[in-house]
């Protein structure tokens, strides 16, 4: 894609409407609390996202202790489902979620050459109401009867019958997040669709900006069916309705199938933008352009339409009947095939590139690595008679994490490394990043990959105790763990050194990198694409 | 930016049409499983009792569970466990029910029949299921189930398993009576 950036006319022809604070933002709090610049935002949605990820680090931190050694050691059973569940919930909508939303914030208008997102008003405020969500749910664990503590999946009837009083807690903070991602993806919906450059057709638009307007369509459609499944949770605790509550001629299998209508596309949204910031660190460090661009729009596509038809692979237990299960099952292994074709593109890029390994590039490497690891025993999940075996056992727990951890987190981390010269204008500590991939890479499969084992030999989920035959692999997953959680230190180092100082990055940054955002200056100015680029 | 508000009008309306759409699941999944009978729910309301031909050259055991629910204090159980029946035949029979209990309690009794599919062809005429049932303190009462077999019930069904549970509704029962003057009590 070719580039040609117009030279800024007269500064007074430009200034038709409102950006009368140009330059001269309010200092302090203020210029955060107030902010609807798409760059502020954008890093405080990540900034907030990475200290969601300690949180809820720190509670897989104590999971892990407990689970060091059989037998009670540490906490309270309770207290220990308390864990599970925030930590959860904390890392799918406090870290993973929010992560995304910041680079998109911070990149698509950088990508088609938009001067901002279309709605930074509402922007600000979908921002501003995540911090309270999280708080509300935070404190909650502090009631007497303690926090949420039925899995982050909240299945009746222990998120109704079963639960406590601080369930009214969890169900509006679940609200404020749901309003929150629903507002953020209006905006990036209509961001993309009325505000790219001249010349910025659909088809040249970047995958990450791709991948990111499918991911919007699912927030918009499956947010809301979250909202209403944890509105009847709270009306059936509280307000004697009987959705699923048999007595009452409700069924609790019913929130099984709502719950997961929303949650498998839930899946794909912490995964198709990852898909995005892959195809944009794979080309650049290969030198080459991404093979096969078409087919990649129209795979996340697909995956995005599939994930709508395949949720009851969740419930394969729950006794359905045979049809059911064979559609459901021939349905989730159809996905592999899309998944595939991006796989197969991402390799077919990188053969016979002029790679380099900066650390983007090792993380996307790994992401592309472990992600399939991850896909392969989705596979073996999806296999019906097979699941009976598997189902809620730590093969599930070593599923989901390999999925995001390795696959979300790592595309996550990759991006704030490719992305942070352009953030910052600084180039960050190539060898302590080095450092944070190599610790992170050996530990994270020291702390996943013996999951599999204990798993595949009956090890159940979400039980603070288990037989004596575990203790060997779960003191290894345990140090695993606890290195993973110190290896995170490493990045939050490099982060503080590059926003300090460092070697003053070049505007294109990457040799092989092109894109819109490459052609403005490091760091980004507070105000770019005002005159809007012209794509060749 | 006029161009914004319909594209942001129609995406609001997904919104607000998805959110509608989860609440529209509970009445699709009833309707689902009435349709395809997988739930092995029985119907909620009375069969008529068309005459059906009995098909005597069939024999199909029924056996009886019931089973109240942890909070339910009631004695419950059938008259007798298991009978065999021709399909299209009609038969009574009686559930005991027992309040040991110093108090009124009204109790709603759930059907569930296995295997599912079959609940399709399992036909009550008269249920005590239908409606709540109340109870005084220290008695007991029979409870009477009418029901038949329908005779297109597919070959490689020989035995139904029909288990009620019963759950204890006192307080959603006073909860929808109008309120009574205690006075003189």
């Known amino acids: 894609m070719s580039v040609v950036i117009t030279e800024p006319r007269d500064h007074d022809d430009q200034h038709d409407h409102d950006h009368e604070h140009h330059d001269h933002k309010p200092r302090g709090i203020k210029r955060w609390l107030y902010t609807t610049n798409h760059k502020d935002i954008g890093t405080m949605y990540l900034i907030f996202a990475l200290v969601m990820f300690f949180i809820g680090g720190a509670m897989a931190m104590v999971i892990r202790l407990e689970l060091f050694q059989p037998g009670m050691q540490f906490v309270e059973p309770h207290f220990f489902n308390q864990m599970t569940t925030v930590h959860g919930l904390i890392m799918v909508f406090g870290a993973v979620m929010p992560a995304f939303t910041g680079l998109a914030n911070w990149m698509i208008p950088m990508m088609i050459g938009a001067p901002d997102m279309a709605l930074p008003r509402m922007n600000n405020w979908s921002f501003w109401i995540l911090p309270f969500a999280f708080l509300i749910l935070l404190l909650s664990l502090f009631m007497p009867g303690g926090g949420p503590s039925f899995g982050w999946t909240f299945y009746a009837p222990l998120s109704t019958t079963y639960s406590s009083d601080s369930t009214a807690l969890f169900v509006f903070s679940v609200h404020i997040m749901g309003i929150s991602s629903i507002m953020g993806a209006i905006n990036v919906i209509v961001t993309i669709w009325n505000m790219r450059a001249p010349g910025m057709t659909w088809m040249k638009m970047p995958l990450f900006v791709w991948t990111w307007f499918i991911t919007a369509f699912l927030l918009i459609m499956v ?59 794979i080309p650049t ?45 021939y349905a989730t292994m159809l996905i592999a095939v899309p998944t595939g074709v991006k796989v197969f593109n991402w390799v077919a890029t990188m053969w016979r590139g002029a790679m380099t390994f900066e650390v983007p590039m090792m993380f996307a490497l790994a992401f592309i690595v472990l992600f399939t690891i991850g896909g392969f025993s989705g596979l073996m999940l999806a296999i019906t008679p097979a699941d009976f075996q598997y189902h809620d056992t730590y093969f599930v727990v070593a599923h989901f994490h390999y999925v995001l951890v390795t696959g979300a987190v790592f595309s996550i981390v990759a991006a704030v490394y490719y ?34 084992f204990v798993g595949l030999a009956g090890m159940p989920r979400r039980i603070p105790d288990y037989a004596l035959q575990f203790a060997d692999f779960n003191a290894f997953i345990s140090i695993g763990g606890f290195l993973f959680g110190l290896s995170q230190l490493i990045f939050v180092w490099v982060l503080i050194k590059c926003a300090r100082g460092g070697v003053k990055a070049t505007d294109q940054v990457w040799e092989g990198a092109e894109g819109l955002e490459w052609e403005v200056p490091s760091p980004a100015p507070y105000h770019t694409f005002e005159t809007p680029p012209v794509i060749k | 930016m006029a161009q914004n508000k319909p594209l ?77 029946v021709h399909p299209g035949e009609i038969h009574i029979m009686n559930y005991l ?89």
């Open chain 1, 223 to 281: 947010m809301p069916v979250l909202a209403g499944v944890v509105t009847m949770v709270l009306t059936d605790k509280y307000f004697g309705t009987s959705f699923f509550d048999a007595a009452g001629g409700g069924d609790p299998v019913l929130f099984q199938h709502i719950f997961w209508f929303f949650g498998h596309p839930e899946v794909y949204i912490m995964i198709l933008p990852a898909f995005g910031i892959v195809s944009a660190i």
């Open chain 1, 285 to 329: 460090f290969a030198r080459k352009r991404l093979f096969g661009y078409a087919s990649m729009v129209y795979a996340t596509a697909s995956i995005a339409i599939l994930s709508f038809l395949v949720w009851a692979h969740h419930m394969f237990t729950t006794g359905m009947p045979v049809f059911a299960t064979l559609f459901f099952m």
């Open chain 1, 419 to 452: 992305w942070l010269p352009k953030w910052t204008g600084n180039m960050y500590d190539e060898s302590l990043g080095q450092w944070h991939f190599w610790c992170s890479l050996i530990s994270v499969n020291l702390l996943f990959f013996p999951m599999h």
């Open chain 2, 97 to 185: 029910a027992e309040n040991p209990t110093g108090r009124m309690i009204v109790g709603q009794a759930v059907p569930s029949v296995s295997p599912g599919q079959a609940a399709l062809y399992f036909h009550k005429i008269e249920c005590f299921c239908f409606t709540q049932q109340q109870l005084a303190a220290g008695k007991n009462m029979l409870m009477p189930l009418q029901f038949y077999v329908d005779p297109a019930l597919p070959a490689h069904f020989n035995t139904i398993t029909l288990n009620y549970t019963l759950y204890d509704v006192t307080q959603a029962w006073d909860a929808q009576q109008p309120p009574q003057d205690n006075i003189g009590e």
């Open chain 2, 8 to 84: 942001i009008g129609k995406l609001v309306l997904v919104t607000v049409a998805m959110f509608g759409f989860g609440f529209a699941l509970v009445p699709l999944y009833d309707v689902f499983c009435d349709i395809t009978g997988i739930n092995g729910k029985t119907a909620a309301v009375a069969a008529t009792a068309d005459n059906a031909v009995i098909d005597t050259s069939r024999q199909i055991t029924i056996e009886f569970l019931a089973r109240p629910n942890k909070d339910m204090p009631w004695v419950f159980k059938p008259e007798v466990f298991q009978m065999t």
